[in-house]
């Protein structure tokens, strides 16, 4: 068994990729003073931030993300490109009501908000990136700039 998940929350993204640039809380787990004790749980939470798991591919002509977000309509979704090529998808799942005559028995799904950066390449093409939100799976797509093939040029050899 690996340290590295336990240190870090059990998460599966890579620690050593460049590219991925989670948010990594190194006082999860430690209680706090009474000052923040009125902090909702969803602005301490940062599972809730990295928690939300997005797929990254590249194929010849794009880098493409895919982001399981169900539940959510793509208005609750921004996709965003900041400086330093960026790429950030953020959002949030609202609670659901309580009602005070309902009994929980068990909450699994997640609710808050959630944020995922990545870091493009240079070979990116920025003012092309799309979005689309279908059946709750965001896919985001990113063209590529085409690689420019070295141009070879025979020379004849005299003698």
Known sequence: MSVIPSVFGGRRSNIFDPFSLDVWDPFEGFSFPSALANVPSSARDTTAFAGTRIDWKETPEAHVFK?????????????????????????????????????????????????????????AKMEQI???????VLTVTVPKEEEKKPEVKSIDISG
């Open 130 to 136: 799309r979005a689309n939100m279908e059946n709750g």
């Open 67 to 123: 982001a399981d977000l169900p539940g959510l309509k793509k208005e609750e979704v921004k996709v965003e490109v900041e400086e330093g090529r960026v790429l950030q998808i953020s959002g949030e799942r609202s609670r659901e009501q309580e009602e005070k005559s309902d009994k929980w028995h068990r909450v699994e799904r997640s609710s808050g908000k959630f944020l995922r950066r990545f870091r493009l390449p240079e070979n």
